[in-house]
């Protein structure tokens, strides 16, 4: 049966899918189980297998889909990605590892904490990229009870979706995509985007790796010369869509909760995470409630006469400024 580009067979209570696989692991992937290693394809409802910390779970469903010819061609976002055998670390994964591109997949920081990122925000086409299998493809969902992760490969995956929500969270996924690039001696190439907004309770923009335009570009945000969060450039939007960059799906947009203090100026930094590079608009200075920045916005002119009549009155008090003083 063939629903949405996607095949399921039916069998140990499967269900339908009508949208590509969230998280799953391609035929022959070696999974730790209670009594050693086994095929992802041969686990069965019932089966023990270890989670992330080596602790056995009991597997509460399983699903097979194929991923067919006319469904890569329609979209070819949903091709597999083919994680290369210790792009994550030190024997992580043991050997090539291919999953669906929301897998969720483990990185260890030099700190030791463990950070998750769905494989398709890990893809630097070096270590991490498209699989170029053939034209149909089986992939292997498994859920463990406690929604937890299992080890493939060695490697901690398929977690349940983290939430990047924080500063701190959003932080550690950057610095984990940074990790993984300069492991994989993945140079960046052209910085393009934009910063589209850069207000205290909201920052948008755009950014794609001229390069490597599918690769998601690792920001930083600065203020005041600190780091006060990360993003990865991953949204989708229409506008970018219509104006054919990239896949369109290259967007970035936070809103900072609370949003940044308003009493005192700010200067706002957007930088490529590898390599430190501003993008293009970036920094922006906010200045501190009150300043001469909110005092002309808030004197913005509704019409060209009003323009014109604060262009005449921003000119005489220039003049008068600058005028030497008298005597």
């Not at 089966?47 to 597997?59: H, K, Q, S, Y």
């Not at 043991?94 to 929301?102: E, G, N, W």
Request: glycine residues 10%; contains cysteine; neutral net charge.
């Amino acid at each position: 049966m063939v629903q949405g580009g996607w095949l399921d067979a039916q069998n140990n209570g499967m269900r339908m899918n009508e949208m590509p696989a969230g998280q799953g692991f391609a035929a022959g992937t070696m999974v730790a189980t209670a009594s050693g290693r086994r095929n992802v394809e041969l686990l069965d409802i019932g089966d023990e297998v270890l989670d992330a910390t080596g602790t056995p779970r009991r597997v509460r469903w399983t699903g097979r889909i194929v991923l067919t010819a006319a469904h890569l061609t329609a979209q070819p976002e949903a091709r597999p990605i083919r994680v290369r055998a210790g792009a994550l670390g030190e024997g992580m994964p043991r050997r090539d590892l291919v999953v669906a591109p929301l897998t969720e997949l483990a990185v260890v920081l030099p700190t030791r904490a463990l950070v998750t990122l769905s494989a398709r925000l890990l893809m630097n086409d070096h270590t991490i990229l498209r699989d170029s299998g053939t034209d149909r493809l089986e992939l292997f969902e498994v859920e463990l009870d406690g929604d937890a992760g299992l080890i493939a490969e060695d490697l901690p995956a398929g977690f349940a979706l983290p939430n990047h929500a924080t500063p701190d969270q959003r932080t550690a996924a950057v610095r984990a995509r940074k990790l993984v690039n300069a492991r994989g001696g993945c140079l960046p190439g052209p910085l393009l985007g934009r910063v589209d907004c850069a207000e205290r309770g909201l920052l948008y923009g755009w950014a794609i790796d001229e390069a490597r335009p599918l690769m998601r570009v690792a920001l930083e945000i600065l203020v005041n010369g600190r780091v006060f969060t990360g993003a990865m450039a991953s949204l989708r939007r229409n506008d970018l869509v219509r104006a054919g960059i990239a896949d369109g799906a290259c967007g970035f947009h936070i809103e900072p909760n609370p949003p940044l203090p308003a009493d005192r100026t700010l200067l706002v930094q957007v930088r490529r995470a590898d390599d430190g590079l501003d993008l293009p608009g970036s920094p922006v200075l906010l200045d501190k409630a009150g300043g001469p920045a909110q005092l002309l916005e808030a004197l913005k002119p509704a019409s060209p006469a009003q323009t014109a009549a604060m262009r005449d009155v921003l000119r005489a008090g220039l003049d008068t400024l600058q005028a030497p003083p008298a005597g």
